[in-house]
């Protein structure tokens, strides 16, 4: 089955501590991952995608295709860090692709 | 913002009646996505559309209808078949070719059912 877990619902940090928001996936093909991002009152959002292997609000995730896992990193977070967070995962089936979506991780970055 | 648009922003729907959600955009994208947004959830895909005139069932499309007569325009209705319509539902869209390329997504609709 080809799916994308999030095990934390609900992650709480104190500003400048490190954060991890775990994303393990399950995908029979290459996979393509990608996290999204959806701040209070605004629009979900691409915050970076792993072929890229780019830095993007000092947010980083490294795919280990071993563990099957697409983490997402930050060593020192920030208040306005805080939302939701999705990993997702490109499908390709019969010429047709779509994104699977994990249930999302909900950050909380306190001062 | 623009790009890509929703409306309305708040629906309310008495059971019974079927309502058409509205998703535009002036990206020049192909492909269009409809989900569906719940608490603990995350998002489950509806429906979705590569290119005009063609498109494909998602995970959840039971009660859902959509057309896409047009480019710029995927509309998707909400049968009077859904059996818990209440939800928060977006609208993406994307550029062909490259799995690559992001999906950009809209503000969403909140459906309630009263």
């Known amino acids: 089955a080809q799916r994308v877990t999030q095990p934390e619902k609900l992650l709480s940090v104190f500003k400048g501590a490190p954060v991890e928001l775990k994303c393990n996936y399950s995908y029979s093909g290459s996979p393509e991952l990608f996290w999204y991002v959806q701040y209070s009152r605004q629009r979900l959002q691409l915050l970076l995608r792993h072929i890229s292997r780019e830095s993007i609000k000092g947010f980083t995730a490294d795919l280990n295709k071993g563990e099957t896992s697409f983490h997402l990193k930050k060593p020192f977070a920030q208040e306005e860090d805080s939302a939701m967070y999705y990993c997702?995962?490109?499908?390709?089936?019969?010429?047709?692709?779509?994104?699977?979506f994990g249930k999302g991780t909900k950050l909380t970055v306190n001062p | 913002d623009g790009g890509i648009t929703q409306s309305p922003k708040y629906l309310f729907r008495k059971e019974g009646q079927n309502v058409t959600l509205s998703c535009e955009q002036n990206?020049?994208?192909?492909?269009m996505y409809w989900y569906r947004q719940d608490p603990g959830q995350g998002l489950r895909l509806i429906y979705y559309s590569q290119i005009v005139n063609d498109f494909q069932k998602g995970d959840i499309a039971e009660g859902y209808s959509v057309s896409r007569e047009k480019k710029e325009s995927f509309p998707l209705t909400v049968t009077s078949a859904q059996k818990n319509p209440t939800a928060f539902y977006l609208c993406?869209?994307?550029?062909?070719?490259?799995?690559?390329?992001?999906?950009?997504f809209g503000p969403g609709t909140r459906l309630t059912v009263l």
């Open positions: 990206l020049n994208h192909d492909a």
């Open positions: 997702a995962l490109i499908i390709t089936q019969g010429g047709s692709e779509k994104l699977v």
């Open positions: 993406a869209s994307k550029r062909a070719g490259s799995s690559y390329n992001e999906q950009f």
